[in-house]
């Protein structure tokens, strides 16, 4: 099975850090992607990536960036942390073309509070 | 964008058969629809995909009518276990930047009551 680690379950941060949050799968998936999950909001994309230095915003990029450096690892980056971040944050990874036929698989989720 | 619309919480009696529905009627022609299941604090797993009729797999089985302006997940005798976040997903494939389109309903939370 494949398997999507993300690096930190719980994280604590102070408005104005840096924060970066790691996701790595171990299945040679082209893509992976982050959500965000909030309460009553359901799952938002955030970025995506398709290829190794390949990303596309999804719905609510502001406030984020990404890299893909090598290609079992994504990394989501909050330049300048706000309240308005605290969130969980789940990476997924999927195989083949970006598709919405590719089953996602996601990791168990990071847990930011920005205080 | 193929918005979706899905009941906010269901309640069932143990052993009985539950169907969740979902609507999405902006669903384009080459979308799919997956369903997930997400327990507290892990991450959604995959639960069933379809195109258009009826899929069936060891855990579920989707309904999707011929204009696939909805899609109803059936779960049949259901169990405590199954309580969770149910969320289909409609989405296509990506053909170029900001052209991709895959949105999550806002989930549908089963509780299962002994």
């Known amino acids: 099975d494949v398997k999507v680690t993300q690096s930190s379950r719980y994280l604590v941060k102070r408005t104005g850090e840096k924060v970066f949050l790691e996701c790595v799968q171990d299945?040679?998936?082209?893509?992976m992607f982050w959500y965000r999950q909030d309460p009553g909001l359901g799952l938002r994309l955030i970025y995506f990536?398709?290829?190794?230095?390949?990303?596309e915003k999804g719905d609510i990029p502001e406030g984020y960036s990404v890299s893909r450096e090598k290609k079992e690892r994504f990394s989501l980056i909050l330049e300048s942390a706000s309240t308005n971040q605290t969130s969980m944050y789940l990476c997924?990874?999927?195989?083949?073309?970006?598709?919405?036929?590719?089953?996602?698989?996601f990791g168990a989720g990071s847990r930011l509070t920005v205080l | 964008l193929a918005k979706t619309t899905q009941p906010i919480s269901m309640d069932s009696y143990e052993g009985q058969e539950v169907n969740i529905t979902c609507s999405h009627n902006?669903?384009?022609?080459?979308?799919?629809i997956t369903w997930y299941q997400q327990f507290p604090s892990q991450g959604p797993r995959f639960i069933i995909q379809?195109?258009?009729t009826k899929v069936t797999n060891e855990v579920a089985s989707l309904f999707i009518p011929a204009d696939r302006k909805s899609s109803t997940l059936s779960l049949p005798r259901v169990s405590l276990s199954d309580t969770a976040v149910y969320y289909c997903?409609?989405?296509?494939?990506?053909?170029?930047?900001?052209?991709?389109?895959?949105?999550f309903g806002k989930g549908t939370k089963l509780s299962v009551i002994p």
């Open positions: 379809g195109y258009k």
């Open positions: 299945m040679d998936h082209e893509n």
């Open positions: 990536s398709y290829d190794v230095k390949m990303k």
């Open positions: 902006n669903i384009a022609t080459n979308d799919y």
């Open positions: 997924a990874s999927s195989l083949g073309p970006v598709s919405g036929a590719n089953v996602l698989t």
């Open positions: 997903l409609v989405g296509d494939r990506y053909s170029g930047a900001g052209s991709y389109q895959l949105t």
